[in-house]
């Protein structure tokens, strides 16, 4: 079981030994932004090494629109940032689920979903996993509600979609941590990543604030016990720089036996 933590890009590696983590996620980009990634100078490092590296693709990424100005550009960067985050020796991207916005149809996110895939494939395929990320709010959300998710599979399993969980966004998005992987897996059938995250907002708020684990509204044993029933590697994306970081990956491994 492989712990870690979301961390600044400019030396992840560096980032990792100062927490002792196993594992960083990071951008390749202002995530704010649709640049596309420059190719770094520490790509053999990063490749070379025993800490595994997970990619976060831009927030500003959001294929299941109905603009098409958006949605056609965030299905282009979306594989760019995939082709970006395979030259770094990535094990995943992580891309949120994304929404159709006020008043539009939700069946139609998950049409454009599964058109990313198609997309993808007639470009060469996806170098690597695409993990989808379930989110805690937003108008008419693809991947909030777990009923909308195996909607959402329904379109995507069959391409080898992969699925990352976040706690703070299952709890903030209205969904009980108590059994969550079993639910989880029943609809995607893995999960491969866990955002292991506190709450700093109440159940089913909506709102998408991350906290330090044991600080915020989430029993962290709930969280401990995620990451026990998947197996699957953890990632932080907790506040408090390295200090408030090493001590969340800390309380995880000792609570997980990892």
Known sequence: MRIGAHVDPADPLAEAAARGAEAVQFFLTDP????????????????????DIYIH??????VASPNNRIRIPSRKLLLTHARAAAEVGAKGLIVHGGHVGGGADLADGFVSWR?????????????LPILIENTAGGDNACARR????ARLWDEVGRFGAGFCLDTCHAFAGGEDLVGIVDRVKAITGRIDLIHANDSKGGFDSGQDRHDNLGSGKI????VVAAIRASGAPAIVETPGGVAGQSADIALLRQRSGA
Not at 57 to 62: D, E, L, Q, V
Not at 146 to 149: A, E, Q
Request: proline share 11%.
């Open 32 to 51: 704010q932004s649709s640049k596309t990634p420059e190719p770094r100078e520490d790509v053999e490092r990063l490749r070379a090494s025993e800490v």
């Open 146 to 149: 777990f009923d909308d998710v």
């Open 219 to 222: 029993d962290p044993e709930l």
């Open 115 to 127: 058109k990313v895939f198609e997309y993808a494939e007639s470009e060469g395929g996806f170098p």
């Open 57 to 62: 693709a831009p927030y500003r990424i959001n």
